[in-house]
């Protein structure tokens, strides 16, 4: 099983980034999604969360500005951020079920 992210790097604020994961080896159906970041000295904490059932749940920070989204049939899943702030830098793992990816990093800065 494999969680490969895509998508990140340098953005102004203000700007946009649109992050993917793909996943190889194994088929989330029935499975939550989510996206998670780890900022330098912090704790890990949820982004966006899709659920089996399509319910979405997005962590206060980044409500109304992040969008997770996944792609039907395929394995893969995606987070539109959009008016980007420089608390948002961080490195972005995307997780399916117990298994995650290695992290795509995004820098917010002016």
């Known amino acids: 099983v494999q969680l490969e992210e895509s998508g990140g790097g340098n953005v102004q604020p203000g700007g946009s980034l649109r992050l993917s994961c793909v996943a190889s080896?194994?088929?989330?159906?029935?499975?939550?999604m989510s996206w998670h970041r780890q900022a330098p000295g912090k704790e890990r904490e949820l982004v966006a969360l899709?659920?089996?059932?399509?319910?979405?749940r997005y962590g206060s920070s980044v409500k109304d500005r992040f969008t997770i989204s996944r792609e039907s049939g395929e394995n893969t899943i995606y987070l539109q951020m959009n008016d980007l702030k420089p608390e948002d830098t961080g490195t972005y793992f995307c997780?399916?079920?117990?298994?995650w990816g290695q992290g795509t990093q995004v820098i917010v800065s002016s």
């Open positions: 997780r399916i079920a117990t298994y």
């Open positions: 080896g194994f088929t989330f159906r029935g499975f939550d």
């Open positions: 899709i659920g089996a059932t399509g319910v979405l």
